[in-house]
């Protein structure tokens, strides 16, 4: 196993990350959604919140490796930075040897790539994502939740508050339910827009998921999912409006929910009766 002190020795020695930057002309590409982050502070402190120490971190979108130098001096698990910019590839072979071992630098595209497959578990995904995808990232990962120990990622933060939305507030919806029904959401703190090169128009917000042994209530991912599309594409109006087609006021009486609420207000049991109860007819 690689000596660790070695290899925090070896990455100190390393020149900063600007400095390699400027001087290999890596710049942020907006069309990979790229904001790069040098603040080691900052990498540090969201590097210690995985959970695990051994198995495999998965870094999705490591760009020029501040992140990627964190994982590996904060914890002792294999690295394995998944990348689409062939770039970013090249630049990070300085990074594989000051790692001696521990890290792999894979060209994928993070949509497709079977991350639960990746590596030996436990298994956790740190990664600043993309703005444009996170989203759609995170439903895929869920997906296969149980493959994975944490998720820690930084989303904008409007995203952030849906994912940890309790219910009756505005920011609760598709993606509060689907996220906390599979896991225990942690909204852990917030990263100024100056911090990252170039800076972004928002603050950033870093959140841990940590996915359950069991999804909260019974029903099928899938059905939940059209069942929340379903409610929320009319968050103002009243639930027997929006499933006024599948039976509205008499279907939701039956599953024992009040057709005057709005989605908002409905908690995961509800949306997950109301799955089960569909299931076939969505």
Not at 76 to 105: P, S, Y
């Amino acid at each position: 196993m690689p000596d660790q002190k070695t290899i925090r020795a070896n990455i100190a020695a390393l020149p900063p990350l600007s400095t390699l930057v400027s001087d290999n002309q890596l710049n942020a590409k907006k069309s990979l959604g790229q904001n790069f982050l040098f603040d080691l502070n900052l990498t540090a402190k969201i590097a210690a919140q995985s959970l695990i120490n051994t198995g495999t971190i998965i870094e999705v979108g490591p760009g020029p490796g501040g992140l990627t130098r964190a994982l590996l001096t904060e914890t002792e698990a294999d690295i394995i930075a998944v990348e689409k910019d062939r770039r970013a590839i090249g630049f990070l072979d300085h990074l594989v040897m000051a790692a001696d071992g521990r890290l792999q630098v894979q060209e994928a595209d993070a949509l497709k790539a079977p991350l639960w497959e990746y590596g030996t578990a436990p298994r956790a995904i740190v990664a600043n994502l993309p703005y444009n995808i996170a989203t759609t990232l995170l439903l895929n990962w869920l997906a296969h939740a149980t493959s994975f120990t944490s998720f820690v990622l930084m989303f904008q933060k409007e995203v952030a508050m849906r994912i940890c939305a309790e219910p009756s507030t505005s920011a609760y919806g598709r993606l509060s339910i689907i996220s906390q029904w599979l896991t225990q959401t942690d909204y852990l703190f917030d990263i100024p827009p100056e911090a990252f090169v170039p800076a972004p128009k928002i603050t950033s917000t870093v959140v841990r998921l940590v996915p359950r042994a069991e999804p909260l209530f019974p029903c099928k991912m899938a059905t939940l999912e059209q069942v929340t599309a379903k409610a929320f594409s009319q968050r103002r109006k009243m639930l027997r409006a929006s499933f006024k087609s599948l039976g509205g006021e008499t279907m939701l009486k039956e599953v024992g929910i009040d057709p005057t609420m709005r989605p908002q207000d409905l908690e995961i049991e509800g949306f997950c009766a109301l799955a089960r109860h569909l299931e076939g007819q969505i």
